[in-house]
């Protein structure tokens, strides 16, 4: 598989003063007994932003979601959709939020129309309304032509897109889906990935969680790692390689340079050395001092000619082995 390419990341900011994050969690701790499973962890979420939450296995990802779910109570710390606490009014809470949780319940019985009517009463959609409703999230997600299939006769990836079409009935503008794409086979998993990516065109917020990086990469715009417990990094992917200072590979070739080249480039600022291969420089970049534009720039104004300058992509899985090194469940 080709390495992911962070900058298909759209860069984020802090989120602006005047806007209210769709989520935002500040200092939440949750105990179970004596297991202290979420340890002060603050997240600010803006509208329209693709959050992937990622950590290894009882890392505290579902523990947290389930808190803005309004389904755990014993919490310190808060937590908000929109601005509303989710302890203290969490039937509004729950009237903006789609949770999908990590598992899919049996349904011996039910078809998929029936499924869905369910869940649309539940939700108190007028009657009425229903039928559009529920043929609307069935042509999103692509299950128009299982309508009438019982519910647990349904593929592992069918069962995931049902789950998502329920939680988008009442088109709530945030969605909490936790681990939407385990279990399921390479296929399965793109066609999760292009219907979050149809969601987001939509304008959903979403808070994603998984154990594997990669596999949100393209999708996110705002990364949070847990471990743990504990957040070890939060921002962009590129805020998240600053704050591990991961340095970044660039070859290149140069005509016409003499040795003396190499002593100069040594001293640009975010170098940390230069690797003399036979057929190219190795310049290792340290990108929370300067970017690889910067250093392109740099080598111009040496006055070198650059026949070749390739960085190399950014290898996250480095990066989350790097952040959870010994430390996984
Ligand atoms: P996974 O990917 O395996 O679901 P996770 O990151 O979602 O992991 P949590 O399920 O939030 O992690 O679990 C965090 C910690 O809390 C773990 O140590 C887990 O064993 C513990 N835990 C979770 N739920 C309960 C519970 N109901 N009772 C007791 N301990 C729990």
């Known amino acids: 598989m080709p390495p992911d390419d962070p900058t298909s990341l759209k860069p984020t900011d802090p989120v602006p003063a005047d806007v209210v994050p769709v989520v935002s969690i500040e200092n939440l701790h949750v105990h179970y007994g004596a297991i202290h499973a979420v340890r002060g962890i603050s997240i600010e979420i803006p509208p329209g932003e693709v959050y992937g939450f990622i950590g290894p296995n009882g890392a505290g990802k579902s ?25 203290r009014r969490p039937q509004e809470v729950r009237e903006q939020i789609g949770y999908m949780p990590d598992f899919f319940g049996v349904y011996e019985d039910l078809n998929v129309r029936e499924y869905l009517h369910f869940f649309a009463a539940a939700y108190r959609i007028p ?25 647990d006769s349904l593929s592992r990836g069918m069962k995931q897109r049902l789950a998502l079409a329920r939680v988008l009935l009442h088109d709530p503008q945030l969605l909490l889906l936790d681990e939407p794409a385990s279990g399921l086979d390479p296929r399965a998993r793109i066609e999760v990935r292009e219907l979050l990516k149809a969601l987001t065109e939509m304008g959903k917020t979403i808070l994603i969680s998984s154990h594997i990086l990669h596999e949100l990469a393209h999708l996110c715009t705002r990364i949070g790692i847990i471990e743990t417990g504990e957040m070890v990094a939060q921002g962009s992917l590129q805020e998240i390689y600053r704050q591990l200072q991961l340095m970044r590979i660039v070859h290149v070739q140069l005509t016409g340079s003499d040795d003396g080249v190499v002593d100069q480039i040594r001293k640009i600022k975010g170098v940390a050395d230069v690797e003399q291969h036979v057929d190219r420089l190795a310049i290792q ?45």
């Open 127 to 151: 009657r009425k309304q229903r039928k559009t409703v529920i043929d609307d999230v069935l042509e999103l997600t692509d299950l128009t032509h299982k309508i009438g299939d019982q519910v």
């Open 285 to 329: 970049l340290l990108e929370d001092h300067a970017a690889v534009e910067d250093l392109h720039e740099a080598l111009v104004n040496l006055g070198v000619k650059i026949h070749m300058f390739q960085p190399e992509a950014m290898d996250m899985e480095t990066a989350f082995m790097k952040l959870t090194e010994g430390k996984t469940a």
């Open 63 to 87: 523990t947290t979601i389930k808190v803005l779910a309004t389904l755990i109570g014993h919490f310190t710390g808060t937590a908000k959709i929109n601005g509303i606490d989710v302890a």
